[in-house]
């Protein structure tokens, strides 16, 4: 029987320091596979991925990876939390997974773990600091690092300001990628974490070329940019960067098409968003018109309350037209297949056939829907209608990308 490790990524694109956090996972955990759980089309940023879901699979199975499991567009469109989660769940779920692994910037598996516990642990106390404090204007992520503060230092009898342990948790909770390493955590009931420390540059750090690993936002600027950037990519992304049809050049028919769906939404349908309320749907139908482009858009409505993410995911949501109405499923309820080589075949054997899989697995959407339940099924449909969406604006059609008609890359 196989063993397992798995990955959530975005490989938005897929760089050097991705491979080598594919390799050090199987190094570490001394894994038969690794299998990644990744965003489609769309990203935790709440934008279009730089290149299709199928296109950044095979990457992925070039690289290292064995097995590719596609996070529902609900999720990646979701805050850290919801993404975690969803991605944690389809991992664990394989049934094989033994070991979650990923990316952090302090490398630090007790103050990680530490954390996720508290959180988890004094949930009811945090939620109702955090309530106090969003009342000064700050926004989530900042309030909740102020909460957990007080709330911390009052159990623990220190002063938030003097307590190096405390102060230590507070570093962490304002970096990116630990932010989701404890969301991780806190997600996981079966799978032991694996913390790798990132190398290079951080989350959204600038291009310089001194550094060994660029961070995925510098690479996409860069590749618009014109830049050669073989040196920091594996072989076929950077054949794909050159060759495929990518979303950044063609932002303008995205900013377009939001300014037609805040414009023709009335202020109840911005709101039930997932990322809406507190009145955010006013300030969006004031400014769409006006505005001359999607990230300029976002910082007229910005705010020390609101951040960039928070925004450009409600900007999408409205976009594809997910509501909390509509859509109110917590967790994913299938694992959908996007790429394997022979090694993950062998794996979904064991997930189907020894049924390890506790949720249906999805390898063809046309014959497999039909096992789903009603969940499922609009989770599902929401999968192919934001695929298609993503087709028409950055490969002008929807046919080649369409979920119906493309099978899981095979490696």
Not at 223 to 252: I, M, Q
């Amino acid at each position: 029987m196989l063993k397992a490790a798995g990955i959530t990524a975005e490989y938005n694109p897929l760089h050097n320091g991705h491979v080598f956090h594919i390799e050090e996972t199987r190094r570490i955990t001394g894994c038969d596979a690794v299998v990644v759980a990744m965003s489609g089309d769309y990203v935790q940023r709440g934008e279009p991925a730089i290149m299709d879901k199928w296109t950044r699979a095979e990457h992925a199975l070039r690289c290292g990876a064995d097995l590719v499991l596609e996070i529902p567009v609900l999720y990646c469109l979701g805050n850290a939390g919801q993404y975690a989660e969803a991605a944690v769940r389809i991992l664990e779920a394989t049934g094989k997974v033994t070991h979650i692994s990923f990316g952090s910037e302090s490398g630090d598996p007790e103050a990680l773990i530490r954390i996720a516990h508290n959180l988890r642990d004094y949930e009811p106390e945090m939620g109702a600091a955090i309530k106090s404090v969003r009342k000064k204007g700050l926004s989530y992520p900042a309030a909740r690092a102020l909460a957990y503060s007080e709330v911390m230092a009052a159990l623990r009898g220190t002063d938030p300001d003097t307590d190096t342990e405390i102060l230590k948790d507070i570093q962490i909770l304002n970096n990116a990628n630990d932010i989701l390493a404890v969301e991780y955590i806190k997600a996981m009931t079966c799978a032991e974490p694996v913390v790798i420390r990132r190398e290079g540059a951080g989350y959204g750090d600038p291009y310089d070329e001194q550094t060994v690993y660029q961070s995925s936002s510098a690479i996409r600027a860069q590749t618009f940019d014109g830049k050669d950037l073989s040196k920091y990519v594996p072989e076929c992304t950077a054949k794909s960067l050159k060759e495929c049809h990518l979303t950044g050049p063609n932002r303008d028919k995205w900013f377009d098409v939001l300014r037609y769906a805040v414009l023709s939404a009335d202020e109840e349908t911005v709101e039930d968003c997932p990322s809406g309320g507190e009145g955010l749907a006013s300030l969006m139908k004031a400014n769409a018109g006006s505005a001359e482009s999607w990230s300029a858009f976002i910082r007229r409505i910005k705010s020390k309350r609101y951040t960039y993410t928070r925004l450009s995911r409600l900007c999408m949501q409205l976009v594809l037209a997910i509501s909390r109405s509509r859509y109110d499923i917590d967790r994913p309820e299938y694992i959908r297949v996007l790429g394997f080589n022979e090694k993950g075949r062998a794996l979904l054997a064991e997930m189907r056939d020894g049924e390890t899989a506790s949720l249906p697995v999805i390898i063809n959407v046309n014959k497999n829907a039909g096992d789903l339940n009603s969940k499922a099924e609009k989770l599902l449909k929401l999968d192919i209608h934001s695929a298609d969406i993503y087709n028409l604006l950055t490969k002008g059609e929807t046919d080649s990308g369409n979920d119906h008609r493309h099978m899981p890359v095979m490696i």
